[in-house]
T-cell receptor
Framework: GQNIDQPTEMTATEGAIVQINCTYQ??????LFWYQQHAGEAPTFLSY????GLEEKGRFSSFLSRSKGYSYLLLKELQMKDSASYLC??????????????FGTGTQLKVEL | EPEVTQTPSHQVTQMGQEVILRCVPI?????FYWYRQILGQKVEFLVS????????KSEIFDDQFSVERPDGSNFTLKIRSTKLEDSAMYFC?????????????FGSGTRLTVV
């Protein structure tokens, strides 16, 4: 089984930088995903890490340390539209196996003026 | 950009009734999934489907649930006898291949309300 922990909620100011942490315990780790979810909508893919290090994608970056079971999502130059829930999800199993994602409870980010 | 399409967007049903939730995955995708999200809770895996058979299912996916890919485009989730606790948002997802950095593409969901 898996255990994925992330803070329940965070508040940040428009234009600032925020870091959302995620810790996980799993066997057969095969990648970590970050999704954004606005209320009542589907999760949308933000980033993917399978090797240690930082992946940068515009205003969003994601970091992974497999030995520590730790990831973070970094959001820069925050905009009001970034107010949403951010979901950390871990994939287990062998590559090519069509493996499921196990989601954390999500971090509700509120961006204020 | 290709989309996963789900219908209906909202369904209300009486307890004990059967419901079928429909999904049209992205056309060149090979792996299909159903997830659900009870209001205020996390997204939970139900079932994965590949090569016309279930590849994995969760404890939630009991005998009341079934999936089908009746033709080359549709992927359905059937709940035979709905319970109040089945009320949730149901998301279909698809992926072109089982691994790598290909993101799972989620549909916009069907909100199921059991009364």
């Amino acid at each position: 089984g898996q255990n994925i922990d992330q803070p329940t909620e965070m508040t940040a100011t428009e234009g600032a930088i925020v870091q959302i942490n995620c810790t996980y315990q799993t066997s057969g780790f095969n990648g970590l995903f970050w999704y954004q979810q606005h209320a009542g909508e589907a999760p949308t893919f933000l980033s993917y890490n399978v090797l240690d290090g930082l992946e940068e994608k515009g205003r969003f970056s994601s970091f992974l340390s497999r030995s520590k079971g730790y990831s973070y999502l970094l959001l820069k130059e925050l905009q009001m539209k970034d107010s949403a829930s951010y979901l950390c999800a871990v994939r287990e199993g062998l590559t090519g196996g069509g493996n499921k994602l196990t989601f954390g409870t999500g971090t509700q980010l509120k961006v204020e003026l | 950009e290709p989309e996963v399409t789900q219908t209906p967007s909202h369904q209300v049903t009486q307890m004990g009734q059967e419901v079928i939730l429909r999904c049209v995955p992205i056309s060149n995708h090979l792996y299909f999934y159903w997830y659900r999200q009870i209001l205020g809770q996390k997204v939970e895996f139900l079932v994965s489907f590949y090569n016309n058979e279930i590849s994995e299912k969760s404890e939630i996916f009991d005998d009341q649930f079934s999936v089908e890919r009746p033709d080359g485009s549709n992927f359905t989730l059937k709940i035979r006898s709905t319970k109040l606790e089945d009320s949730a948002m149901y998301f279909c997802a698809s992926m072109v291949t089982g691994g790598g950095n290909y993101g799972y593409t989620f549909g916009s969901g069907t909100r199921l309300t059991v009364v």
